[in-house]
């Protein structure tokens, strides 16, 4: 992640200006929640699901029908 400034012509500002303009605000943060993240979605196994084949085909390259991907909880135990 770069942090130089936006250009004349960006329309929005760039990673280092919202840091700098954050820093420089000195407030905290928007909400403090001591619950797990997945309360912040309605449906965060959906979001899981998206987000992890999203990763998969984007970062490593694997094709999507080579994908099996199943919860942590119901995938069968590895034998040591």
Same mark, same amino acid.
């Given at each position: @992640?770069?942090?130089?400034?936006?250009?004349?012509?960006?329309?929005? #500002?760039?990673?280092?200006? *919202?840091? *700098?303009? =954050?820093?420089?605000?000195?407030?905290?943060?928007?909400?403090?929640?001591? =619950?797990?993240?997945?309360?912040?979605?309605?449906?965060?196994?959906?979001?899981?699901?998206?987000?992890?084949?999203?990763?998969?085909?984007?970062? #490593?390259?694997? #094709?999507?029908? @080579?994908?099996?991907? @199943?919860?942590? =909880?119901?995938? #069968?135990?590895?034998?040591?």
């Amino acid at each position: @992640m770069g942090l130089e400034p936006a250009g004349l012509f960006h329309t929005h #500002p760039s990673n280092g200006d *919202r840091i *700098r303009g =954050a820093r420089l605000a000195n407030e905290p943060g928007l909400f403090d929640l001591e =619950a797990p993240a997945t309360g912040l979605f309605s449906n965060f196994a959906v979001a899981a699901k998206q987000v992890t084949l999203l990763h998969y085909s984007d970062d #490593p390259g694997i #094709p999507l029908g @080579m994908a099996k991907l @199943m919860p942590v =909880a119901t995938a #069968p135990a590895l034998e040591q």
